[in-house]
């Protein structure tokens, strides 16, 4: 409503702002106008004083040269006195107030702002007047008696000369000189003419622009105004007009709210509901004396007082659902009959469908409310038979929630039409956090707690593949609210399907076997803790025993070999076979007993142990092997660093019997928090799953595990294989 009223004010307030905008601009012409005619009065005083000036300079050359004559002739030193006084008039030096000069000519030409071409032609006059001024000068002189030397000074004194005095006046340098004086005159006088003209001209058209403006302003000013009194008028009938149509709409809305308060007890019957309309519908049309009304519900007729048909009828359906149930009819009566518009509006008509839905709507709550009722009674019967039911469930789940407790597990539910896990309590305890640690983001926690390398076996990255297969089953790591790893063990499987046998629901359980996989881990440590005992054992017997036994034989060979002289070639060269075999022999068994148990592990350390592994089998093998680390003189605890030599070195052994490689990195690298193993090589590769349960492959892993150490391995065909371990220091 208050952006339909802003929309009636704003063309007024357009006009109104244009009528203002419209005087201002009429104001400012006229101001423009004023300045304009100042202009023209200045450019007519301009060419005036000009007029003065150039006669005032013209002027005073003729009364020069008659103070001069006059001085000559009678000698007469009030004619000489004039003439200086005149000179010193044009120069500035003597004022006289009467005779309008308060400047000389000179600073007079430079106030009134002439051009650049009329100053030119006044400074040539005013030079030819000084030097009609020179000559004047000689012939006062002269009739004195006192003439130029010959450096042009006044010092020569003799007879006054009164002839010389004439003829220099009179001579034709002298009359040439002053006829110059006035040509520059008369061309300054020309050109103020003709720029005084020009001006006049440029501010007489701007002032007729002016006055047009003005007028065509005040003309649009006037029209604006006679466009806002009709705009006023035809708002006021408007007015009129809608205060005409809103007594008719609040007949039609008290009509309609009486129908609606009527229609809103359910429990009235809708016969009295019809009934009572009847008599309502009458009052909300707008010619309501002669209204009146039929309603026409199943086989029940309904009218008003004094009711009769005519032509002129409104009418609209009463439904139950899509189904016709009834008629709601409205006839004009004593109207002219030969009308050629019906006298029903529009408004009308919809006030009798609206009427038409209120009725649809009771008769539907009432059909609703009378089949609950009888729902209810049904299924109160239902409710009291499931309530049996559901008390024996909650005992059930009592039961199994004080398992639960006792067995210090936590539960976790996925549902089909969810993407998220539903925790219990236990489940955040069991790490040392509360619920509501995740009411943030609950995938973000949990992946923030799970170790890197255990990601993809977690539950919460797992959740698309719970829901398809209802079955988990996973062990892996997780950080504690105080910094620490625990194992955790979490599996589940459907305990609800569809009809289709999709796993709607699926239930597990969250346990801390932390405990258990050290044990595992103990155990793990003791047995091969006494197989690298038993190497021991074996690799001592070794270089002890067989090898100080193979090389006394050896020691042997070598004096038969210098003090027999073999006759027949052939045994010779069984004699050298068997020499060069058990040189053979004695070597291989001294690299048995090294690597049975490499002593460099537990004297120098890791790094020490594969540098030497490394360089020991470079000159023999065709690989070219690379180590790389940044652990240097750092020590790990030696079942760690006897693992990790192990895992390399049947990592390498694998590379020189089965890859066909070139290249083979291996890098040892201690961050933070973990310690990173990597055995990189190009060789042949080959598909892990056909590989992954062979001896070497699980020896590997085994000793990574019963370290804590993650155990990945990555092998294509033609594209190489990876070993990695990450072995977490906390």
Not at 206 to 213: D, K
Request: glycine share 4%.
């Amino acid at each position: 409503m208050n952006n339909l009223l802003e929309d009636k004010k704003r063309p007024f307030f357009w006009l109104f702002l244009l009528n203002i905008l419209l005087i201002l601009g009429i104001l400012t012409s006229l101001a423009f106008l004023f300045v304009n005619q100042e202009r023209l009065f200045d450019s007519q005083v301009n060419r005036y004083n000009s007029y003065r000036l150039g006669d005032a300079l013209r002027q005073s050359d003729d009364f020069l040269t008659d103070y001069c004559k006059n001085f000559i002739i009678t000698k007469d030193t009030i004619w000489e006195k004039k003439y200086w006084n005149l000179v010193a008039l044009r120069e500035g030096k003597l004022i006289l107030e009467e005779q309008g000069w308060s400047t000389s000519i000179l600073d007079s030409m430079y106030q009134m702002g002439f051009s650049e071409q009329e100053f030119t032609l006044l400074k040539e006059a005013l030079g030819k007047s000084n030097q009609l001024i020179k000559k004047e000068t000689q012939a006062f002189n002269a009739a004195k008696g006192i003439f130029l030397d010959s450096v042009n000074q006044y010092t020569i004194k003799g007879i006054p000369d009164m002839d010389k005095a004439l003829q220099i006046l009179y001579d034709k340098e002298y009359l040439f000189t002053k006829k110059e004086v006035m040509e520059p005159i008369v061309r300054f006088e020309s050109l103020i003419e003709s720029r005084t003209q020009s001006t006049v001209e440029k501010n007489r058209e701007q002032g007729e622009h002016l006055l047009i403006t003005i007028f065509v302003a005040i003309a649009i000013s006037i029209l604006l105004s006679i466009i806002t009194y009709y705009m006023i008028v035809k708002r006021l009938i408007q007015k009129e007009q809608l205060s005409n149509q809103l007594q008719s709409r609040n007949k039609e809305q008290a009509c309609l709210y009486k129908i609606s308060q009527l229609t809103e007890s359910t429990p009235k019957d809708i016969k009295h509901i019809l009934e009572s309309a009847t008599l309502i519908i009458p009052y909300g049309w707008q010619f309501t004396e002669k209204t009146c009304c039929r309603i026409t519900y199943k086989e029940s007729v309904f009218t008003s007082l004094h009711f009769s048909e005519s032509e002129w009828k409104q009418e609209a359906q009463i439904y139950n659902g899509e189904t016709s149930i009834g008629t709601i009819e409205v006839f004009y009566n004593d109207l002219i009959s030969n009308r050629k518009e019906s006298p029903f509006l529009k408004e009308e008509q919809e006030l009798v469908e609206a009427i038409a839905s209120l009725i649809s709507n009771f008769h539907e709550r009432k059909s609703y409310l009378q089949n609950l009722s009888e729902s209810n009674k049904s299924l109160k019967k239902e409710i009291e038979a499931k309530e049996k039911t559901e008390i024996a469930l909650i005992e059930k789940e009592q039961q199994l929630q004080f398992a639960f407790d006792v067995s210090n597990e936590g539960i976790w539910e996925i549902y089909h039409d969810s993407d998220v896990i539903n925790f219990s309590e236990r489940c955040y305890s069991i790490l040392g956090f509360t619920s509501k640690s995740a009411e943030l983001d609950q995938i973000v926690f949990w992946k923030d707690l799970i170790i890197d390398v255990d990601q993809e076996k977690a539950l919460i990255n797992r959740i698309k593949e719970i829901k398809n297969s209802g079955l988990h089953d996973s062990i892996y790591r997780i950080k504690t609210k105080g910094g620490q790893y625990k194992w955790i063990h979490t599996k589940g499987k459907a305990v609800a399907f569809s009809a289709q046998n999709v796993p709607l629901r699926i239930v597990g359980t969250m346990s801390d076997i932390t405990e258990r996989m050290k044990q595992e881990e103990k155990i793990v440590d003791a047995i091969l803790e006494t197989e690298d005992k038993e190497r021991s054992r074996i690799a001592r017997e070794i270089h002890d025993g067989l090898q100080q036994t193979m090389s006394t034989s050896l020691m042997s060979f070598e004096k038969v070999r210098s003090s027999v002289d073999f006759e027949e070639q052939k045994i010779y060269e069984r004699f050298h076979m068997g020499y060069q075999y058990l040189k053979k022999a004695i070597e291989e068994s001294r690299t048995l007993a090294h690597n049975l148990m490499p002593k460099i592990v537990s004297d120098n350390g890791i790094v020490a142990a594969i540098e030497s592994l490394v360089s020991a089998i470079q000159p023999s093998s065709n690989t070219e092997f690379n180590f790389d680390q940044n652990i240097l003189e750092n020590r790990l605890k030696l079942s760690v660093e006897m693992t990790l030599y192990r895992i390399t070195q049947e990592a390498v052994n694998n590379v020189i019997k089965y890859a066909n490689a070139s290249k083979c990195n291996i890098q040892l690298l201690k961050h933070s928090d973990v310690v990173l193993l990597t055995i990189d090589d190009n060789g042949d590769g080959f598909v892990v799953d056909q590989k992954e349960n062979t001896f070497g492959i699980n020896s590997m892993r085994t000793r990574a595990e019963s370290i804590g150490a993650y155990f990945e391995i990555n092998s294509h065909l033609n594209k190489g294989t990876q070993i990695l371990v990450e072995l977490p220091l906390k």
